[in-house]
């Protein structure tokens, strides 16, 4: 039995990047012999286990075989005959196809070092065509990078697109994918490569590409609704992709308010209850970064002054039920009257 450190960790040790997970993959062993030294099973579709002491994933070599549409449609072979090139070559790029032994020595079947030092993203074999995932992957990939794809791999990928096996991808995927692209520091490379390929009208076909002017940050919510001013239809994209609440939310609110339209102490104040700035204000303030205008540092102040306004101040005087909030509105926009002028 032979252990290898595989994929993004070697790829990432050759970059003199940090890799935040370490993946294993053991040749020449079968699911016994890691059982009774005490690995934990935790693969479903193929035999992965946890390592009794560092929790780390370790993989048993296996090839597969296409059966199916889709990146499910796979059957998986695991035994002590697959050797560490077959299970390197199943690997998408071949930047992600090396492989290290426990002295440091480099497996590298398909030249990633090489790809990896001219900053190309190759894919390892023909087989890279029956996973539509791996357009998405390899986008992201450019993203995070800043690498070129190779011709021939942009051909496969635009191959995946003319035979519809870009349309199997799964909403869980595409979204999965899709936010850790807008965590990569060269996000409009991921939209540039789907556009090149094809497959940008037929995994987004909301987003006009046209209309991308993306500006990037740590938050990605943030980034998200920032995207979201070049998409036609925010709810059907969010919709198909069972896009989390607190993206959704926040593009729409993004796409729905226009802060250069506020004049008056109650559109402001009436916007602000619209944006549930006093309930939720950081999401407040990740609207008045998303919204990126000026006329939304007259949105913050004014939220600053009104503000100050309590609830409870409202409650002792005896106001009761509705006449609560249209109490607090009252007030908040008479103190906001005459500070407007010094915004």
Not at 150 to 157: F, G, H
Request: glycine residues 4%.
């Amino acid at each position: 039995m032979k252990i290898y450190k595989v994929g993004g960790a070697v790829r990432d040790k050759y970059l003199s990047i940090s890799s935040k997970d370490t993946d294993w993959v053991v040749v020449g062993a079968t699911v016994d012999e890691l059982l009774s030294q005490g690995y934990t099973p935790v693969g479903r579709d193929f035999p992965v286990f946890l390592h009794p002491n560092t929790h780390e994933e370790y993989a048993l070599a296996r090839t597969e075989r296409k059966i199916g549409k889709g990146y499910t449609g796979f059957t998986v072979y695991a035994a002590p005959d697959v050797s560490l090139e077959d299970d390197l070559c199943r690997r998408d790029l071949t930047i992600n196809a090396m492989a290290e032994d426990s002295e440091g020595k480099l497996t590298d079947p398909f030249n990633g070092l090489a790809d990896l030092r001219a900053g190309i993203l190759r894919h390892v074999s023909p087989a890279f065509v029956e996973d539509p995932v791996r357009i998405l992957r390899v986008a992201r990939f450019a993203a995070r990078f800043n690498f070129r794809v190779a011709d021939e791999t942009l051909a496969l990928m635009q191959q995946m697109v003319k035979n519809s096996e870009v349309d199997s991808l799964v909403p869980e995927r595409v979204w999965q994918e899709m936010v850790r692209a807008l965590a990569e520091p060269q996000l409009q490379l991921f939209f540039d490569v789907l556009q090149t390929c094809g497959a940008l009208a037929r995994i987004f076909p909301e987003i006009d590409y046209n209309s991308l002017h993306l500006q990037q940050y740590n938050d990605t919510q943030i980034t998200f609704a920032v995207l979201c001013k070049a998409v036609t239809s925010i709810e059907q994209l969010c919709k198909r992709y069972k896009v989390p609440s607190q993206y959704r939310d926040l593009a729409i609110l993004v796409a729905r308010h226009d802060c250069t339209k506020l004049f008056t102490a109650t559109s402001i104040v009436e916007t602000l209850q619209k944006l549930d700035a006093f309930r939720r204000p950081q999401r407040f303030e990740q609207f008045l970064i998303a919204a990126e205008t000026e006329a939304c540092d007259t949105l913050r102040n004014a939220f600053k002054i009104v503000s100050k306004i309590e609830v409870a101040a409202v409650l002792a005087h005896g106001f009761q039920g509705a006449a609560i909030s249209k109490e607090l509105q009252r007030r908040r926009i008479e103190t906001l009257q005459p500070n407007l002028t010094g915004f």
